[in-house]
């Protein structure tokens, strides 16, 4: 049987900066390439792969997202396309959930997947702590839902 849906949130990497600096690269890249007319050793067509680098790397990251879900049986966090698979994390391997402010840099090295936390934007989350002491930080937009979901979860 379906577990019924109490929370969900998509988030996707939409961040003003990082668009203005893919924005950049591409304008180098146009001035260089098309103004400039300075191929390099280009000779060839497939010798311009190393410039659909940024291309592929800009279509990743609109791509990209981190759906988070909150269930009666737990939480499932899909990141894709970079997770093959939804992570799920059932309550009874949760120990505790608290709602954070957290510095990405400083803390996590940066967004995305990382060691310890899955999160896209922000410095909102929720950390878990699992019975055999792991943790766990899933970045959120709408941490107040948060609270009043894990209020009546009573975590």
């Known amino acids: 049987m379906e577990s019924k849906i ?29 103004i400039q007319k300075d191929y390099g050793t280009i000779k060839n ?13 800009c279509l990743l990251f609109w791509f990209m997202k981190m759906e988070t879900t909150i269930k009666e049986d737990g939480i499932y966090i899909n ?8 992570k799920f994390y059932p309550w009874q391997n949760i120990e505790n959930i608290e709602v954070v402010h957290y510095n990405a840099l400083l803390e996590y090295g940066g967004w995305g997947i990382r060691l ?9 989350g929720f950390k878990i702590t699992f019975k055999n002491g792991d943790k766990l930080l899933i970045g959120t937009q709408k941490p107040e839902e948060i609270e009043e979901i894990l209020k009546k979860i009573k975590l």
């Open 79 to 86: 990141f894709s396309p970079l997770l093959w698979k939804i």
């Open 45 to 57: 067509w497939y010798d311009c792969f190393p410039l659909l680098l940024p291309v592929i790397i």
């Open 6 to 34: 109490v929370f969900y949130e998509k988030q996707q990497f939409r961040q003003w900066w990082l668009w203005l600096l893919f924005l950049s690269l591409f304008a180098f890249l146009f001035y260089k390439f098309i």
């Open 116 to 124: 310890g936390a899955y999160n896209v934007s922000g410095n909102k």
